[in-house]
Each structure stands twice: as structure tokens, then as C-alpha cells.
């Protein structure tokens, strides 16, 4: 069952997914791609008569971010009066989630608070064994050396563990609750559940409080150890320890300033708050260890109605380090170039998707005419782009551990592209084979890049024979895909020109930079893409306009998207840079309408994220939720960069060029 | 099919629902003699269903709500003298299992579906060969339905030892899962469930294994639910597996973990 999460939270080994109502979704340890230990994982209250699952649609929630940290709090609101407020937070430096239940009831009441969990510990139902230690009240449950254990203060005075899907139901951990009262059983094997649970005694208006600390280990001594040392530190020092941890990192961003939008509804403190939520979100979803990102937390593991996004693609995380480097965090760059001169496969390119360790991932990409050639092009640009702000030794440096990769993808690249266009591979969106806009554009940057690169290697010949392909490519382009309607075809799909307007076409312009808005005709070609774009890809919801991919969509319903959307605005932003003069020139005209157009584009992705602020891929185009991957690296990567442009934009219209 | 939806109205003790199934010559005003007799009677049709069985023979099946005193078998006679007639048969509903036929359907409280058996088999089908723990997996899903139906029941009629299992064969009965023959000890909570044709094992096919999971965790459901106490229901004979009914063995759940694995028929 597809569930996707309201809000995320974790540290470097934990990731933590939960919806709405604080049901725990995922618990990614000790890699965010694997092992997902969690199938269920909440709180219920057994009112003496009957059982309250804190998920049911009779609770009302009301869920945030404590500012600038990855602490959640979540309130929930029965209909019978009772309430419970949750504080959810991961300490800093050990892989542990700790949840505050707070319970209060209008009413007098006496029951039980029960916390239930179905884990799979290691990602599998099979072969699972639980254990309560009655002693130490630790209840346990692993599978090889994944260990995932609940303590509480104050200690639970009753357990079960149980078989959760088996003909003995009378075990079953969730159907033992009914009673309100669990069995106590202390072991078993196989698909097992669990729950834990204490005598809820309530005044009027009084409140009980439950504090649950989920741990994960890779051996049970060191769960032992881990929750023993936690629970003998005051739950204040552990809050404040984890929120200076998430405010110290903060500290390190680049500054935005925004001068001039003040006055816009609130609007500059919006994009400071979306600013900080994208970049707390992007540690997130980046293995430390490895420096790869996944696109998103995985919700669809049994790749039921797609492909899974709990894995590292190229060409979104090439845009993701490159956002987090422009907002002040370079070492992300560092690592995941590192990870990807690992990662290269034989023939130089690199592959559709791939585990966070550098293992190539579950893919229906595996030939030369289903690979995306587009994921060699932007990781080579991406290189590129680090190097140029890259200064002194740290720029040689750079430049020598990745020249040989440099030089195997670029030669990659002249392979596909001999006759000028790509030869037919898969599109960036992954459902149509043939030759795309997007795509050479992409490669057109990487070789670029590299000529670059190799420039700066001192080997001139090859620089000169990439850039010489880089622009036989953008010519061919131009020469076939350009229609005189004023947009690039999106490719050639069964041998015949597709002339379907999609938006990634834009990325003949941002982030590949084929296009240029200093060439007077290329430049005119940008506004006219910009226009159609605009013109035939918008969806109107939530009082403004998302863009979807492209002309009949299906995929989820065809909704908008939020890295569309945002593409158009940095396209806006960017061009708006690209004029001389700025808005005093002979451009002024066009530099507002851009600007307060691209400025809509981004209201309408703010109003398209979680309640916690958290930016999807899509937009239901019928409800205006958030939809599909919650939250996605890339949308946040995208929200990092125009909010700089804007900055920027702000900044040269305040006459501070800084 | 039309006789098992004979039962449609709410529980009440001084009335009972019976069906007549009445068939007829098709000769012009044949029908309006057997419902100006029903009229005559005093027994109002609650609904009528007509089988054109042949070009000359009709079969009128007539639900109706009648006092407890009304001799049945002395009005099918007088329905069965009326010249129109052919031949006639009734039976009677004490508990009133479905009590609509109008769209939606509602059986025992909630809304019902109708559906082939095969539908639902096919369903059972592909779980047991797709799904991990498939047969825990249809137990639990049964469970459900057994204990909501004996919450129904407790909250709209007096239930108690003498009648709990003759209001489960007649649902059975009237959603035509199977026909029930129930033997259980209120005293002990021991006791088995004889299922003549079961709508699972009739329709699955040929299996090594009982393939009525899905029925023992409704009776558990029910009987755990009437009794309060946890009952086990397990399946020890299968008419997919060759046997001329299916058996369903009654007890009391054990409380440690052992006795479950005996219970279960491992070697621990």
C-alpha cells in the first residue's frame, strides 16, 4: 500500500518518514536507500472501551517543523476530547528516534496508551525473532545484524509480541490491544509485530506523558548500550543538543538579503523559511558516507505504480550539489563527484540509477538504447560548473581526480554522437526511446565542460575536438528540432519529428546554457520557449499556474510539477540576469514581467508543499495537494536555486552587486 | 439464487419471514390470482421475483412477512389448490438476515454486494499464490467479518446460547456462503462447524491443502466475539481436498506459546 509521508526527520544513519498523524512510514537504517525496517509504527489509546488508532480519519492533526530544525511536532484532536501532542526528533549523533507523547482528555478517563510496531527488520518479513527483556524493558526485534529496539520512560508495564499475518491471530500484537490488555508474551520468530503499553489515567484536563525511544543498532549489545546511556539524559538537553545541531549547520548557508520584497505579502519571509526547509530536507536525503543522494524517500518499494525513487539518479543530484555548493555547502560537490568517478561504468557513461553505495539500482535501462545519455552529459557539466567556482589548490586538485573520468565520459559522449544528434536512448523522463531536445542539449553541455576541463588540463587537442562536436551537436539540434512555432520539438520518437511541447526543452537554456541570451536571435528563441511554455503546458490550481511535463501527460494523472514550474521561473530569473542594464535599460519591461512571472511560479510551488513545507514532485491538479514523491531532492534543489536568482535579481535592482 | 435473498426485513418476535417459490401455468391473469390469494390472506408481498422457466411454465418466488401463528404448511396447501398452480414450496427466516433488496443491498446492518462465488474464489486464489503468509492473511481478513456480524446481531436481538449458532447457519444460508451444522459447547467453547457447500471449496478446484481459511477466521471472529473469549477455528477437512464436506474444529485459544505450536501441529 502507496503512503506517502507529511513530514521527514533523521540524522547521518537514520531517516525517518511519518505522515500526517505521526504514523511512522519509514525508517531507513543504516543507508537512506536500505534497509526500510518499518511497516507500521504508532500510538493507539484503548479508551476502556474501545481502541483509538492515532491514524484514523477521527483525529484532526495539525503538523510543523520546529523552525530551522528537523524536529517535528505533530498535534492531534479527537472528536471524544482527547488530544495528543507529539515531539519527534533524532538525536544528532546516534540513530534514534525519540517520540514525546503528551496525552490530555476534556474528560475523566482511564485505559490504555499502547504504542504498536509491525517492523521488518532488514527489509523482510521472513525470518524476523523479537524479543522483550523484561529486565531491562527493552523490547527487541532483529534480523542479521539489524537490531531495531523500543524503550520508554516511563518503563512499559506491559508488552506482547506476536505473529502479525498467521492463522493463530489470537497473537497478533494489533488484535491483542482490543481487550486493552496484552498478553506479555516475550518471544517469537518469523512475521512478527509488537506492541507496548500502560495504564492511562486521566483527570479532567489532566495529561500524561510517554516518551518512546525507537533505536537501531547493528548488534544487541550496542542497542543495549545506546538506549541505556539515552535515557539517563534529561529528554530538555537532548531536545536543545538536536535543535543547535540543525541550527549550527544552517548558520553555515549563504546569507539572502531579498532587498525590495518586503512589502509582498509576506513573501520574503516565505522564501526564507522555504530556503532553510529545502536545505535542512537535502541533508536528508544525502548519504553521508557515500555522497550520493536518493531522488526521494522510497514509498513504493514494491515498484507498485512506479519505478521507486528511493535511489541516486545522475542528473538529479548533479543539480542538487550544485544548488547546495551556490547556498554555501561545497563538500557536498566533493563527495558526490568522488562517489561518481566510482560509479562510472566501463564504457564511460554512467547508468540510469544506482543504490547509494555506487551498485547500479533496479532498472529498465540496461542497453544502449535504453540507457539516458542525458545522465553523462549533466554530471560532466555538473563537474565542469563545480570546477569554475572552485579556486587555488582546491581547483587543481579537483581538476586531477576527476580527469580521467572527465575524459572516459566525454569520450562516451563522441561515441552516441557521431552523425551530430544522440543516437536513441531514453528520455530524462524515462517512458519514451529516441532522441530528444533535452537530452542533446545535456550532452552539448557536458562536452562543453569538458573542453573546458581539458583546456585547463593543457590538453588542447581534445578540447578542441569536444567543443567542435558540442557545437555540431547544438547546430543539429537547432537545424531539426527548432519549429517555427517558436519551441524545440521534444525529439524523435518511431522515426518521425514529435512535435509535443515539453518543458524540459527548456533546458536548452537552463541548466545547459545552449542557447544564449547574448546571441540576439538565441536570445529571442528563449523568450518564445519561455511564452509557449507558459502558454500550453500551465495548469491552473491553487490560485496560479503549475506546469506539467508535457502535452498529454499520463503519468499520475498528468499533474504539474514542481520542477517544471520552477525550471520556467529560473529560465525567467536567469534571462532577467542575462540583460544588460537591468531594469533601468531597454530591457526594463521585460526584466519586471519576467521577474513577477517567475515570482508567481514560485508562490505556486510554496503553496504546493506539505503542511510541514516539504515540496513534492507534483501538484494534484484537482485538489492542489502535494502528490506522488514527497519530498523530492530535485524540487528542493530547484527552490535552492531560484530563490538565489531572486536574490540576486533583488540585490542588482537594490543597486548592491554583492 | 432468488430464494436466498427471501429474508428482508428487520428482527421482530412476533412476525417471520417466509418465501414461497410458486410455479405456474403462464396463462393470462395466472399471476393475479396467486397475489389476489396472498391479498385475501393478509400476507403482503415485501417482493416478488418471476422466472420465465418455460413458454408455458413461470415460477413466482414471493417474500412476505407473516405472524407467528399463521400454519404455513395449511397456506402453501391452499396456494398449491389454486388452479394456476403448479406446484409449491416455503420455508421460513427467524432472524432476518438481509432485509433489503433495493439498491444498495444491505445485509445484517451494512451495505452488501452480490457477487459469483468464483469472483471471490479467484481472490482467494490469487492470494494463496502470490501472498506470503496468505492463509494468516485471509484468517485475519474473516476475523473481521465474524465479529462484526455477532456486534450486529448483540445490538438488534436477544443472543444467547441457544440461538448464537442458528443465527450463524442462517446467514450463511441467506448470503449463500454454505449450509451450517454447528455443534459447540457454550461451556467448554469446544466444538466443530460442518460446512456443506462451502462457496470457497466448491469452486476452488482440486487442492492439497483446506482452502477455507477465510471461513474459520470468520467463525473464530464470531465466536470470539459472542463467547469473549479468544476462539481458535482451524480447518481440519476440506471438500477441495477431496472430502464430501469441509470441518472446521472449534476450541478455546491457547494462552502460551507452546500450546499455539501444538495447537498448530508442529513437533516443538
Redesign the interface.
Given at each position: 500500500m502507496i503512503r506517502q509521508p507529511n513530514v521527514i526527520l533523521g540524522n547521518d544513519e537514520l531517516l525517518v518518514t511519518m505522515g500526517r498523524k505521526g504514523d511512522i512510514l519509514g525508517l531507513f537504517y543504516p543507508r537512506r536507500d536500505h534497509a526500510q525496517h518499518v511497516e507500521e509504527s504508532l500510538a493507539c489509546i484503548h479508551t476502556g472501551e474501545r481502541l483509538l488508532w492515532t491514524n484514523d480519519n477521527d483525529w484532526h492533526s495539525i503538523q510543523n517543523y520546529i523552525e530551522d530544525t528537523n524536529i517535528v511536532s505533530t498535534k492531534l484532536y479527537h472528536d471524544s476530547g482527547i488530544r495528543i501532542s507529539i515531539l519527534d526528533l533524532v538525536h544528532p549523533e546516534v540513530p534514534v528516534l525519540i517520540r514525546r507523547f503528551k496525552v490530555q482528555s476534556q474528560q475523566k478517563m482511564s485505559g490504555k496508551f499502547f504504542y504498536y510496531s509491525n517492523f521488518n527488520v532488514g527489509e523482510t518479513?521472513?525470518k524476523n525473532s523479537a524479543f522483550c527483556d523484561t529486565e531491562a524493558r527493552l523490547l527487541a526485534q532483529y534480523w542479521q545484524n539489524y537490531y531495531i529496539g523500543i524503550y520508554a520512560l516511563p518503563e512499559f508495564t506491559e508488552w506482547q509480541i506476536g505473529?502479525a499475518?498467521?492463522?493463530?491471530?489470537?497473537?497478533?500484537s494489533k488484535?491483542d490491544m482490543e481487550d486493552g490488555k496484552l498478553?506479555r508474551?516475550k518471544?517469537?520468530i518469523g512475521?512478527i509485530n509488537n506492541a507496548v503499553g500502560w495504564d492511562l489515567e486521566l483527570e479532567a484536563d489532566g495529561a500524561n506523558e510517554f516518551v518512546i525511544f525507537i533505536g537501531a543498532a547493528s548488534s544487541r549489545s550496542l542497542l543495549y548500550k545506546r538506549m541505556h546511556e539515552l535515557s539517563k539524559m534529561p529528554l530538555e538537553h537532548i531536545f536543545e543538543k538536536t535543535r543547535e545541531h540543525w541550527v549550527m549547520w544552517l548558520s553555515k548557508k549563504h546569507v539572502l538579503k531579498m532587498p525590495g520584497l518586503e512589502g509582498h505579502n509576506n513573501l520574503r519571509q516565505e522564501l526564507f523559511n522555504a530556503y532553510n526547509r529545502a536545505l535542512l530536507m537535502l541533508y536528508l536525503l544525502n548519504d553521508r558516507e557515500y555522497g550520493s543522494f536518493v531522488a526521494a524517500p522510497e514509498f513504493d518499494s514494491n515498484f507498485e505504480k512506479c519505478g521507486g525513487y528511493g535511489f541516486c539518479w545522475n542528473r538529479d543530484t548533479s543539480e542538487v550539489v550544485l544548488a547546495l555548493k551556490h547556498s554555501g555547502y561545497p563538500e557536498y560537490c566533493d563527495r558526490f563527484f568522488k562517489w561518481c568517478i566510482r560509479a562510472q561504468l566501463p564504457d564511460g557513461s554512467w547508468f540510469q540509477r544506482y543504490w547509494l553505495n555506487g551498485d547500479i539500482a533496479p532498472s529498465w535501462g540496461n542497453f544502449d538504447y535504453s540507457t539516458q545519455i542525458d545522465e553523462t552529459g549533466s554530471t560532466l557539466h555538473a563537474m565542469d560548473v563545480y570546477y569554475r567556482i572552485l579556486e587555488g589548490l582546491k581547483k587543481v586538485e579537483f581538476l586531477e581526480e576527476v580527469w580521467v573520468s572527465v575524459l572516459r565520459a566525454a569520450e562516451y559522449l563522441m561515441k552516441r554522437t557521431k552523425s551530430g544528434l544522440h543516437e536513441s536512448c531514453m528520455d530524462l523522463w524515462e517512458t519514451y526511446y529516441g532522441v530528444f531536445t533535452y537530452t542533446n542539449a545535456s550532452i552539448y553541455a557536458g562536452l562543453m565542460g569538458a573542453s573546458h576541463l581539458a583546456e585547463e588540463n593543457g590538453e588542447s587537442g581534445m578540447a578542441r575536438r569536444w567543443k567542435k562536436r558540442a557545437e555540431f551537436i547544438k547546430q543539429a539540434t537547432i537545424d531539426r528540432f527548432w519549429l517555427q512555432e517558436g519551441y524545440f520539438a521534444k525529439g524523435i520518437i518511431n522515426e518521425k519529428l514529435d512535435k509535443t511541447i515539453d518543458a524540459s526543452v527548456l533546458g536548452a537554456y537552463m541548466p545547459f546554457g545552449m542557447l544564449s541570451p547574448k546571441d540576439p536571435v538565441e536570445r529571442d528563441m528563449i523568450l518564445f520557449l519561455i511564452e509557449n511554455i507558459q502558454k500550453k503546458l500551465s495548469i491552473p490550481i491553487n490560485a496560479g499556474n503549475g506546469i506539467k511535463r508535457y502535452e498529454n501527460d499520463s503519468y499520475i494523472d498528468g499533474n504539474p510539477w514542481i520542477i517544471t514550474t520552477l525550471w520556467l521561473s529560473e529560465a525567467m530569473f536567469a534571462f532577467v540576469l542575462d540583460l544588460p542594464n537591468g531594469k533601468e535599460g531597454p530591457y526594463a519591461e521585460d526584466v519586471k514581467k519576467l521577474t513577477d512571472e517567475g515570482v508567481k511560479c514560485l508562490r505556486w510551488a510554496l503553496a504546493g508543499a506539505t503542511s510541514t513545507g516539504l515540496l513534492p514532485e507534483q501538484v494534484d491538479k484537482s485538489t492542489g495537494k502535494p502528490a506522488w514523491a514527497i519530498p523530492l531532492g530535485w524540487s528542493g534543489s530547484l527552490m535552492l536555486d531560484n530563490i538565489l536568482l531572486l536574490d540576486k535579481i533583488c540585490r542588482r535592482n537594490a543597486g548592491n552587486h554583492e | 439464487m432468488v430464494r436466498d435473498l427471501c429474508m428482508f426485513a428487520g428482527f421482530n418476535e412476533d412476525s417471520q419471514i417466509v418465501w414461497f417459490k410458486v410455479t405456474y401455468s403462464k396463462e393470462p391473469g395466472s399471476l393475479s390470482i396467486i397475489t389476489d390469494f396472498f391479498e385475501k390472506e393478509n400476507a403482503f408481498i415485501m417482493f416478488g421475483h418471476i422466472d420465465n422457466i418455460t413458454q408455458t411454465t413461470g415460477e413466482y418466488s414471493i417474500f412476505t412477512e407473516l405472524k407467528k401463528d399463521v400454519d404455513m404448511a395449511n397456506l402453501a396447501q391452499k396456494i398449491g389448490e389454486l388452479e394456476v398452480v403448479n406446484a409449491v414450496e416455503f420455508g421460513i427466516s427467524e432472524f432476518g438476515m438481509i432485509y433489503s433488496v433495493d439498491f444498495p443491498l444491505n445485509v445484517i446492518g451494512v451495505r452488501g454486494v452480490m457477487a459469483r462465488a468464483l469472483t471471490i474464489v479467484d481472490i482467494i486464489k490469487t492470494l494463496n499464490q502470490s501472498v506470503p503468509h496468505a492463509e494468516g492473511l485471509l484468517t485475519l481478513s474473516g476475523l473481521r467479518g465474524g465479529s462484526h456480524a455477532a456486534k450486529y446481531f448483540k445490538s438488534i436481538m436477544p443472543i444467547n446460547n441457544s440461538n448464537f449458532a442458528s443465527m450463524l447457519a442462517e446467514l450463511y444460508r441467506a448470503v449463500g456462503w454454505g449450509i451450517l451444522e454447528i455443534d459447540c459447547n457454550p461451556e467448554t467453547y469446544e466444538g466443530k462447524i460442518i460446512v456443506k457447500d462451502s462457496f470457497i471449496a466448491d469452486v476452488y478446484g482440486a487442492s492439497d491443502q483446506p482452502v477455507c481459511a477465510f471461513m474459520s477466521g470468520y467463525f473464530a471472529g464470531y465466536l470470539t466475539e459472542y463467547f469473549g473469549k479468544n476462539i481458535s477455528v482451524r480447518e481440519v477437512s476440506c471438500k477441495a481436498t477431496g472430502k464430501n464436506f469441509c470441518e472446521h474444529v472449534i476450541s478455546l485459544a491457547p494462552s502460551s506459546a507452546s500450546q499455539e505450536y501444538q495447537l498448530r501441529g508442529d513437533t516443538r
Open positions: 518479513s521472513k505473529k499475518m498467521d492463522t493463530i491471530w489470537w497473537t497478533n488484535y498478553q508474551n518471544e517469537d512475521n | -
